[in-house]
């Protein structure tokens, strides 16, 4: 009989205990969105497995500070993945204190239902939505996200106002969350 | 102003602000429960980016790298390790404030850029999670380099803590807070020159936490400067805040 295989809750609990076979489980689920994610960023194979590397140790170090209330542990490990792909592109700049000031915020989390939806998600759900943006906002998006850059830099390369970028950026963000709801429920969930 | 800030939701969760913007925008979330509430919406958009991007393989090496780095970390149960402090000029006692600040190491690489950090950070200083994650960072051979304050900054204190492979930390506190104008360079020397190595900010009265762009091997200072914001300058041209030799 075959066993059920481990839910990522259940593999960050066992890391937590320092299992190494459910790091090797975690690894296997979710290496080859890392290493994408590093190689979009970065565009260069020893880089990114540089980053994915110390992203998965890290995890494994840390594993006691994950809290599942806050974030899945797929994302919590993509959000690694990207700060220290970008941190590499832009030359390392800190951002622990934003991370801080935003700990010390007691931000409600009303996003369970989105939260649900999004588990759900898969990679063509998110290409398709992007792909219904807006051009001008996904560039924006892509720009920010995928190429490190800031929205005054994004504002000279397009060659439009600073305020329409932050515009595209902020209504972009909005409409790819509608959509995305959209594509799971076939109707917006707020 | 406050309908401008709002504005920046976007760019804030896409990290698309510059270090000011960046200050500027945190004061005013401190404030405004609709920016708060915006910033978790969106964030939750900004994870599942990672979804889009066409898929690609890992080498088959890397796996086994990783594991091996992992049952190469100390268990927590484990018996403490010695501590092997590289400097060895510095008595154990003197070291005490840097190795508080040397746990935020653990910390920081983890890269645990997220919500919790603050809280973690407060807890992992009340237990001896701590002092566990400093004996690791030492037990795996970094080296941990005292870096002193320097005239108006004398009381501030920081670590540079170097890992045996790839680019090493400066942990800080004690500085005074920037002004939003400026931003304190980190610089490593060889010699005369200097190598700007990461820029940063410093307005809260906590570690600061700088993960620097090279090893600082074969360097043989290590210094902070106050330079025009947000990039930094070419060279060190503001007043020098830190400076402590390192061994080359």
Not at chain 2, 51 to 66: C, K, M, N, Q, W
Not at chain 2, 172 to 191: A, E, H, I
């Amino acid at each position: 009989m075959v066993a059920e295989p481990r839910g990522d809750g259940e593999l960050m609990a066992a890391i937590q205990g320092r299992d190494v076979s459910a790091l090797e489980a975690f690894y296997d689920r979710h290496r080859v969105l890392a290493y994408s994610l590093a190689m979009r960023v970065l565009g260069s194979q020893n880089e990114a497995e540089d980053v994915v590397q110390e992203a998965f140790l890290n995890l494994w170090r840390a594993a006691d500070t994950y809290r599942s209330d806050r974030s899945s542990a797929r994302s919590w490990l993509l959000s690694i993945v990207h700060n220290r792909s970008i941190d590499k592109l832009r030359g390392r700049r800190t951002r622990v204190q934003a991370a801080a000031l935003e700990a010390a915020m007691d931000i409600p989390d009303r996003t369970d239902v989105w939260r649900e939806v999004s588990q759900a998600l898969t990679g063509q759900d998110v290409r398709r939505a992007l792909a219904q943006l807006p051009p001008e906002q996904r560039e924006a998006i892509e720009l920010a996200y995928f190429q490190g850059r800031t929205h005054t830099e994004i504002a000279e390369l397009t060659e439009v106002p600073l305020g329409t970028v932050k515009g595209r950026m902020r209504l972009g963000l909005h409409k790819l969350r509608s959509l995305l709801e959209t594509s799971q429920t076939g109707m917006a969930l707020e | 102003m406050i309908d401008n800030q709002h504005d920046l939701v976007g760019a804030f969760v896409l990290d698309a602000l510059s270090p000011d913007e960046r200050l500027s925008f945190e004061r005013h979330l401190a404030t405004c429960q609709a920016c708060r509430a915006e910033v978790v919406e969106l964030r939750a958009v900004t994870n599942l980016l990672p979804l889009a991007v066409d898929p690609i393989e890992p080498s088959a090496g890397l796996r086994a790298r990783i594991m091996a780095g992992a049952r190469a970390e100390p268990l927590p149960n484990q018996a403490r390790p010695q501590l092997r402090v590289v400097r060895g000029r510095l008595a154990r006692r003197t070291l005490a404030p840097i190795l508080g600040l040397a746990a935020a190491i653990a910390i920081a690489a983890l890269g645990v850029w997220n919500f919790q950090l603050r809280h973690d950070l407060d807890h992992l200083r009340s237990t001896s999670a701590f002092q566990q994650q400093v004996d690791a960072q030492l037990a795996r051979g970094a080296t941990v380099t005292r870096i002193a304050g320097s005239g108006p900054d004398a009381s501030a204190v920081a670590a540079l803590v170097q890992p045996r492979h790839g680019a090493g930390y400066l942990i800080v506190d004690g500085l005074r807070s920037n002004p939003s104008n400026r931003v304190y360079q980190v610089w490593l020397m060889r010699g005369t020159k200097p190598r700007s190595v990461g820029v940063f900010n410093y307005g809260q009265s906590q570690p600061a936490i700088v993960p620097l762009s090279t090893p600082s091997f074969g360097f043989t200072v290590a210094a902070v400067t106050l330079e025009p914001g947000p990039l930094g300058s070419r060279l060190p041209t503001g007043p020098k805040v830190l400076v402590g030799r390192l061994s080359a």
